[in-house]
């Protein structure tokens, strides 16, 4: 509501001002009226009009627009006020100083503004897109700024709506160097929205304050450790080919969803928030490959290409594609992890958390993979966790490990079957599976079984050299397929 007063404030202040030095004539019923009386209340109006259209300006709506201040856009109040949830002090004090290193954006420095499209052309200067985003002649409420060479940027805080681009992937962002020679912060993005595409950037991402960050296509992000942070209830989208050579990192309410294929990064640390995988517009297939997939704090994670068309079936479930050299999912979390294409080291489900695999195409668990835990081609749960394994096609893998009151569900179709090297149910542990009429699991190696242990009749069998110790658990009647009468 208070904008709307001052808008209309806005309003009557030119007409209050014209009403003191030139009025309309007015006319009574029976009055003979002259065109020429008429004609000068219509240039009146028209003066009027002319001067409303002079006074009234749509500065700082943009800033109303990104919902992140009430003053001018760029000023200091208004990233004041997004700093304080942009880890308090520690970025406005940091901004305050790089703000006083900035190249000034002009012509002359290689800043060219022209409606809501600008060009910023740099050679390692400091501070450029910096400036352009606080110019007075950048008043677009969304600016498209293309990114010519290498800008050299102490955490662009962007507030206001905004995208980068390059061409050929030839413009580059770089925050500089920190004492371990690692980049900083380059670009934050706090209650706004923010675009990225076709550019380098060196140094870390942030999405933060409910901002909402787009990276569309080939983008690389070069850091060690965090690459793309995510926090505060933002909104990130990835698209394709983005390029990550450290961590995504994902907490505070934030939300992340990847819209398309060939995406990679070395570490996703997914915490009391939710990832999820969906063909966005323009793509038919998604995809995501990180070292190690940690997902924690009852988060929900659910990477499976769920694309349906009646129109045109041969797009549906189509080259999604999802690899990670181990996941773990902790404390009360979800995952769901399908498509016609996955492939882990190995899986840990623990602390009361909820696994669903549903490879819609080919399943590997590779020991040849990076790290060392999870241990590779091993399925483990513990502390009351459960798994469901749903697959078409003979899968193997070399363990499946069931501590104290867990579950695994096997659902296999089309006759498909798993094959394992070992395993291993422990007390209060259990395997079932939606059909019992065939061995859903081909144990080859060994089954082990303790006491208070249960697999299902007739869904485990045992392959040509396989051992059993079954004992305890055959002692309370709760495996009978390998006990000795």
């Known amino acids: 509501m208070k904008y709307r ?67 001018e856009a760029g000023s200091e109040t208004s990233e004041s006020l997004v700093q304080e949830g942009v880890y308090g002090a520690q970025l406005g004090t940091l901004n305050a100083a790089a703000s006083t ?55 662009l805080l962007v507030t206001r709506g905004a995208a980068f681009f390059s061409k050929n992937n030839g413009g580059s962002i770089s925050a500089p160097p920190q004492v371990d020679g690692n980049n900083g912060r380059a670009v934050v993005c706090a209650a706004a929205y923010c675009h990225f595409g076709n550019i380098t950037v060196n140094g870390q991402f942030e999405s933060v304050r409910g901002a909402i960050l787009v990276l569309q296509e080939n983008v690389s992000i070069n850091r060690d450790l965090t690459n793309l942070y995510a926090g505060e209830g933002s909104f990130t989208v990835i698209g394709k080919n983005i390029d990550m050579s450290g961590w995504i990192v994902s907490e505070s309410g934030a939300n992340i969803r990847i819209y398309g294929p060939d995406n990679t990064a070395q570490r996703v640390l997914i915490r009391n928030t939710d990832l999820t995988a969906r063909p966005g517009a323009g793509y038919t297939s998604v995809g995501l490959s990180a070292d190690i997939l940690e997902i924690k704090g009852g988060s929900r994670v659910e990477l499976s290409n769920d694309l349906y068309s009646l129109e045109n079936p041969t797009l549906n479930f189509t080259t999604s594609a999802f690899e990670f050299g181990g ?98 149910v422990n007390y209060g542990g259990k395997v079932t599976a939606n059909s019992a009429t065939a061995n859903s699991m081909i144990v080859n190696g060994s089954v082990v079984a303790y006491r208070g242990a249960m697999i299902q009749n007739g869904v485990v069998g045992l392959g040509g050299s396989a051992t059993t110790d079954v004992e305890q658990a055959c002692e309370l009647g709760s495996v009978l397929d390998f006990c000795i009468e």
């Open 5 to 71: 007063i001052l808008i209309c404030a806005a309003l009557l202040t030119p007409v209050i001002a014209l009403a003191e030095t030139e009025s309309l004539q007015t006319f009574k019923a029976g009055d003979r009226v002259k065109a020429a009386e008429m004609n000068a209340n219509f240039s009146t109006l028209e003066a009027r009009i002319d001067t409303l259209k002079q006074s009234v300006t749509f500065d700082g709506l943009d800033d109303i627009y990104s919902g992140t201040a009430e003053t």
């Open 327 to 424: 996941v773990v999912v902790n404390h009360a979390s979800y995952l769901l992890l399908g498509g016609s294409s996955v492939s882990i080291g190995g899986l840990v489900v623990n602390d009361n958390s909820h696994a669903r695999l549903r490879p819609l195409g080919s399943f590997e668990m590779a020991d040849a993979t990076a790290g060392t835990y999870p241990d590779k081609g091993a399925l483990s749960l513990s502390q009351n966790s459960t798994l469901s394994l749903e697959f078409s096609q003979d899968i193997s893998i070399r363990s499946l490990g069931l501590r104290e009151g867990t579950a695994v569900n096997l659902v296999p179709t089309n006759g498909a079957v798993l094959s394992v090297d070992d395993l291993a």
């Open 101 to 155: 290193n900035n190249t000034p954006c002009t012509e002359a420095t290689g800043c060219v503004i022209n409606g809501n499209r600008a060009t910023v052309t740099c050679n390692g200067e400091q501070g450029k897109l910096a400036s352009l985003l606080k110019s007075e002649d950048a008043k677009a409420a969304f600016l498209i700024v293309e990114v010519i060479g290498n800008c050299v940027e102490d955490q």
